[in-house]
């Protein structure tokens, strides 16, 4: 069974830098991590989870969310089954719980319920 453990998360002031990692375990015999679909979304209490961003398997194409703004990228190590979230730049609106999911579908989506298998989230802190 799959399960993802993502890392990386902390304390870092405006204006600074973290990398998130989501370590993938449990892949069947002959799939790689880059065989689903893998996503950061990231939650805040009393809101939706929104999409950081996306990785389609296959293609490889990904997407970000607006808010993004070309200060994050997302990056995939499938020969470690390990896909990193390199933030920069970082705000207070930034803080969230990160987590990273999958799908497999062959595509992007910023839909929630298009991905079936979710870790448990790193802790994101932007504050002075």
């Known amino acids: 069974q799959l399960t993802l453990e993502e890392s990386g998360g902390g304390l870092v002031q405006p204006g600074g830098s973290l990398k998130l990692s989501c370590t993938a375990s449990g892949l069947r015999l002959g799939r790689t991590f880059d065989w689903y679909t893998i996503a950061w979304f990231r939650q805040v209490p009393e809101k939706e989870r929104e999409l950081v961003s996306c990785?389609?398997?296959?293609?490889?194409?990904?997407i970000y969310g607006e808010f993004v703004k070309g200060r994050f990228t997302a990056s995939l190590d499938d020969a470690n089954d390990v896909m990193y979230l390199q933030m920069n730049n970082l705000e207070a609106g930034d803080t969230g719980n990160y987590v990273c999911a999958t799908s497999t579908f062959d595509s992007c989506s910023f839909t929630t319920e298009y991905f079936e298998t979710w870790g448990q989230g790193t802790q994101v802190t932007v504050s002075s």
């Open positions: 990785r389609a398997s296959g293609s490889g194409s990904k």
